[in-house]
């Protein structure tokens, strides 16, 4: 079983920057992938950012403003998040794709943390 462990969320101004953190323990053979997923309250879950087989995808939304980074060697991933706005509001979850423990495809989430952005 893969655990994942966020970190860095909490209120901002906006116009303020925030940097989240998540690291993955457990069995992993081989990481496929990472990325950033956020959720308001009513809406589904909507990607913000993932690197997956080294490509890096960003919603429109956050492109120039949000970025991810990924090291695999410390099974860890970042979000470096800067000139918040109110709409950036919402919980953030981690995500890994990994190849674990029965040399299986596994796909695993962190716990959320909550960004909230004033204006």
């Known amino acids: 079983q893969v655990q994942l462990v966020e970190s860095g969320g909490g209120l901002v101004q906006a116009g303020g920057s925030l940097r989240l953190s998540c690291e993955a323990s457990?069995?992993?053979?081989?990481?496929?992938?990472v990325g950033w997923y956020r959720q308001v309250p009513g809406k589904q879950r909507e990607l913000v950012a993932r690197i997956y087989n080294s490509i890096t995808n960003y919603e429109d939304s956050v492109k120039g403003r949000f970025t991810i980074s990924g090291d695999n060697a410390k099974r860890t991933v970042h979000l470096q998040m800067n000139s918040l706005g109110p709409e950036d509001t919402a919980v953030y979850y981690c995500w890994f794709e990994v190849r674990g423990k029965f040399n299986a495809q596994e796909k695993y989430w962190g716990q959320g943390t909550q960004v909230t952005v004033s204006s």
């Open positions: 457990g069995i992993i053979f081989r990481i496929n992938g």
